[in-house]
C-alpha cells in the first residue's frame, strides 16, 4: 500500500525528490568548496585556522545565497518567481554581511579597547568580522559560477 503526502505522489517518490534537488545540491556543495578555500587561505596566511569561521575570503554568505539564485535562475527560469525571490534574500544577505556585521565588528573591537583600558573584570566580548566588498564580490562570483558548473555536470540544465 502506497502512502500518498498529497498532490497524488507516492511517499517513496516524494521523498526522493526532496532529497534530489539540484538546486539546493548545486548550493551546499559550492558553499563548502567556498569555506574549505577560506579554511587554506587562512592556514596559509597564518598557519591556524578553524572551518567555517565568520569572515575571510571568499564570503559564503555570498556564494551560498548567489549559488541559489543562479541555480534557481538556470533550472526554473531568470523570469520566475523562485528566481526573484532568491536575487532578493541574495542582497538582503549581501548587504548584511558587508554594512551589519562590519559594523558590529568595529563596535566589539571598541567594547574591547575600553575593556583593556580601565582594566576591566568584565570578559572581552567576541569580535563578529564581517566582510570587505572584495571578499562578498568574489562569493558572489564563485556561487553563480560554481553554480552553473555543478547543474551542468548534474544535467539539471
Not at 548550493?27 to 575571510?56: N, Q, T, Y
Not at 576591566?120 to 566582510?131: K, L, N
Amino acid at each position: 500500500m502506497e502512502i500518498d503526502p498529497g498532490f497524488g505522489v507516492p511517499l517513496h517518490v516524494a521523498w526522493w525528490h526532496a532529497y534530489y534537488n539540484p538546486i539546493l545540491i548545486s548550493a551546499i556543495v559550492v558553499w563548502l568548496l567556498a569555506e574549505l578555500i577560506k579554511w587554506g587561505i587562512r592556514w596559509r596566511m597564518d598557519g591556524r585556522s578553524r572551518f567555517m569561521h565568520p569572515g575571510g575570503m571568499p564570503s559564503g554568505h555570498s556564494t551560498i545565497t548567489s549559488a541559489t539564485a543562479m541555480g534557481a535562475g538556470l533550472v526554473e527560469g531568470f523570469d520566475s518567481t523562485v528566481f526573484a525571490v532568491a536575487v532578493v534574500l541574495m542582497a538582503v544577505v549581501v548587504h548584511d554581511a558587508v554594512r551589519l556585521r562590519g559594523s558590529v565588528g568595529r563596535q566589539a573591537e571598541a567594547i574591547n579597547a575600553l575593556i583593556t583600558e580601565k582594566s576591566s573584570i568584565v570578559p572581552a566580548v567576541f569580535v563578529w568580522y564581517g566582510h570587505r566588498i572584495r571578499e562578498v564580490m568574489v562569493g558572489v562570483a564563485f556561487g553563480a559560477v560554481g553554480a552553473a558548473l555543478i547543474l551542468y555536470f548534474l544535467r539539471a540544465l
